[in-house]
């Protein structure tokens, strides 16, 4: 949005602010429009400097982990799905909005200043920034829901459940939607229904994955995917993760880490997902959650380089663009690849790369053929062949550069007026777009893998979570705001309760790691001193949505809201949690009140209760535990758990699963038989859950390894 200032106000502008505020636009989405090019003509006056932090009381934690720069075979690997390694914002007028993975919050913020104007709770993380379009604010959240909010108060327009069921899988030791919302939300004018919205949800194509448009204005289905994964019995891999691209007639979905897959926007039809090799076509690995559009092309990132893919067919051919990073304005494009920052003219560019990629691929097959050549004279005439091939692809190099600038910022750019901002490790730098020289550089904490130019401001959101705003003009409005208090309940009578309750359960169950779920959460106070005493991951149900508010802004406050105590909104008769998870069960409400929440009964949480020493503690109470007892007996589980009290506490401890086996060897068991005695394991399987260590830790498919061994629950290596 263009901001027009009267002749009178024009004055008034002049004299009290910069000339930069005479073009100031809005960012209202991830690179700020829908093709994902990270381009404005707003145009900032340098030098900046530091208005105002926003920091997490954690450090986020990616949806996937990564090779964190390994070496395999001479091939550095880097990470690919990078959707959600920064807070990523959308700036409005005066408000900025961004949602939070660590815990779970879209908040909106004031420009100038940082201050909280208003935060909405999801009920998982939120990995992408949010959509800001005709007074609404768009957001999907691993909890498997869309959400529209009023942009200037956060109210709630409308929310949409793309997958069938909520069901959740613990996924990197966080409960989420069995069908995540790792898309966010594209939203594009339409003249039939003035807007539309799209978005997709679910991550493994086997369970099936979902893809929407709706009536952005009230969630009307306008059309959906749902046999994207069944067309055919190789099935589509489409996993839809990352930035969704639409312009006029296309709908592009980033992949994971393959190609992104592509759809007629007006009516969802599917068109093509390409899938090239890296050895000829693609020219190196690709495949990623990073694209752009331009020139009739899919821009797609891979390990090393961009890949051209034609909006049409997805064909190879236009070019192959050398950086880890691009943004493009006009004619030009600014790439950078860890050593230079260049700008490039990408027509020029792009004709001398299909040259080079030629050059390339013939270089590549002599130095197949030469391993099979045995006499010297042979091997030295393909050498010089090499040699030459060599010489041919140094001599084009420089072709289409306008300029480079030595810098080793490789996490992000983009353009503002005649600036390019680009982000590094702990640094953000300027570049004048015409020259090449750098005309300003700051310290940030982090890696700066976000920027955002909008309304006079620069916004920068690093990995360790912080989001900075730098200007101009003007002092530090807020230099730092991660402000954490150490106790957010009153001292009172329950003060002491709540924390000789919690030493006596985890003293009792001698359960201190895991997951903890807690039924009727009360005010939190219960989850609160379990947390500060153990390493427990801990999930509540609350019925009672104003206590669920309340203990979700205490415990933010306190830092621990998200990233170690996560409440749900809904009935404990109807937990959507994972078979198994839960190492601890308490409740809350029994603590305060005495008596255990009505309305459910121990059958409806049995199957949470991990086997092989999950345990429901009930108390410890006041009270004779022969009610809680009986309750515990009634939860279905029969044989395979053992009934006890200690220390005015109800247990019910969890053993084996009844016709359960092992895989204790390699090949089965110690005869090597590849036969495990398991008689519950038959088909319809589905994900229970998924997490570390990731590739990081994969070994080699060359190398060797000794398998671990496991019996009655414990992995042994």
């Known amino acids: 949005m263009k901001y027009l200032i009267r002749p009178f106000a024009l004055i008034c502008a002049i004299s009290t602010y910069s000339a930069h505020w005479l073009h100031a636009e809005d960012w209202p989405t991830y690179l700020r429009s829908n093709d994902r090019a990270g381009a404005t003509t707003e145009q900032l006056n340098l030098p900046l400097s530091s208005q105002w932090t926003l920091s997490p009381a954690e450090k986020p934690t990616q949806a996937w982990p990564g090779p964190k720069n390994r070496t395999l075979e001479g091939k550095k690997l880097r990470r690919r799905n990078t959707f959600d390694d920064a807070f990523q914002v959308a700036v409005v007028g005066q408000k900025l909005y961004y949602g939070s993975s660590v815990d779970h919050a879209l908040r909106c913020v004031d420009l100038g200043t940082g201050n909280p104007l208003w935060t909405f709770f999801t009920e998982a993380a939120i990995r992408l920034a949010p959509t800001v379009y005709d007074g609404k604010v768009y957001v999907g959240s691993d909890d498997g829901y869309v959400y529209c909010l009023q942009a200037d108060s956060g109210e709630l327009v409308w929310k949409l459940r793309p997958g ?256 390019l901002f680009a982000g590094g490790k702990n640094e953000v730098s300027a570049f004048d777009i015409k020259s090449g020289k750098q005309t300003w550089t700051a310290k940030v904490d982090g890696d700066a893998r976000g920027l955002a130019v909008a309304n006079g401001k620069l916004i920068v959101s690093t990995t360790t979570g912080d989001v900075v705003c730098f200007s101009s003009k003007g002092k530090a409005q807020n230099p730092h ?165 200690k220390n005015k506490i109800a247990l019910l401890t969890r053993g084996a699963l009844p016709g359960a086996g092992s895989w204790s060897h390699q090949y089965g068991e110690a005869g090597n038989t590849a036969t495990s005695y398991d008689y519950r394991i038959k088909g319809g399987l589905g994900v229970l859950w998924y997490g570390d260590p990731g590739e990081d830790k994969v070994v080699n498919r060359h190398d060797g390894a000794v398998s671990p061994l496991a019996i009655n629950g414990r992995l042994i290596v």
């Open 164 to 419: 069938p069921s909520d069901e959740r899988i613990l996924g990197r030791q966080q409960l989420i939607s069995r069908w995540p919302v790792r898309t966010g939300v594209s939203v594009t004018a339409d003249k039939t229904h003035g807007a539309v919205a799209y978005f997709g949800a679910g991550v493994f194509p086997h369970e099936l994955i979902y893809l929407y448009a709706v009536r952005a204005s009230d969630g009307k289905v306008l059309w959906k995917l749902d046999n994207i994964s069944q067309q055919r019995a190789g099935r589509n891999d489409l996993s839809p993760q990352g930035y969704m691209l639409t312009n006029h007639e296309l709908l592009v979905i980033p992949s994971g880490r393959t190609l992104p897959g592509v759809f007629d926007r007006k009516n969802g039809a599917f068109k093509f997902k390409s899938n090239h090799s890296w050895r000829n076509a693609a020219g190196g690995v690709v495949g990623g959650t990073q694209a752009l559009l331009a020139d009739d092309q899919i821009y797609s990132w891979g390990a090393h380089h961009i890949l051209a893919m034609n909006q049409k067919d997805g064909k190879v051919g236009f070019g192959w663009f050398a950086g880890r990073q691009m943004a493009v304005k006009d004619k030009a494009a600014f790439v950078a690849n860890g050593e230079n920052i260049a700008r490039i003219d990408r027509q020029v560019y792009a004709e001398n790369s299909r040259i080079r990629h030629k050059l390339e691929g013939e270089k590549e097959l002599l130095f197949r053929e030469i391993r099979g050549v045995k006499d010297a004279a042979g091997k030295k005439k393909i050498q010089d062949q090499i040699w030459a091939k060599a010489a041919a692809i140094d001599k084009i190099a420089e072709i289409g550069f306008v300029w480079k600038t030595p810098s080793t910022h490789q996490s992000r750019l983009i353009v503002a007026g005649n600036t």
């Open 481 to 645: 705001s991660k402000k954490i208090v150490s106790d957010p309940f009153p001292k009172d009578e329950l003060s002491e309760k709540y924390a000789a309750a919690a030493k006596t359960i985890l003293a009792t169950t001698a359960t201190k790691k895991g997951f903890c779920l807690v039924l009727g959460n009360e005010d939190g106070r219960l989850a609160w001193e379990l947390a500060k005493r153990s390493d427990l991951e801990i999930y509540a149900v609350e019925p009672d949505g104003k206590k669920v508010a309340d203990a979700r802004k205490r415990l933010t406050q306190a830092g621990y809201y998200g990233n170690r105590i996560t409440i749900h909104h809904g009935s404990l008769a109807d937990i959507p949690y994972p078979n198994y998870f839960a190492n601890l069960v308490v409740s809350d409400t029994l603590i305060k009140t005495g008596k255990l929440p009505v309305g459910f009964a121990s059958k409806d949480i049995a199957h949470c209760i991990k086997p092989l020493g999950g345990v429901i503690a009930l108390g410890p109470t006041t009270d004779s535990n022969k009610t809680l007892s009986q309750w515990l007996q009634n939860s279905g589980l029969g044989s395979e758990t053992q009934l006890s009290e």
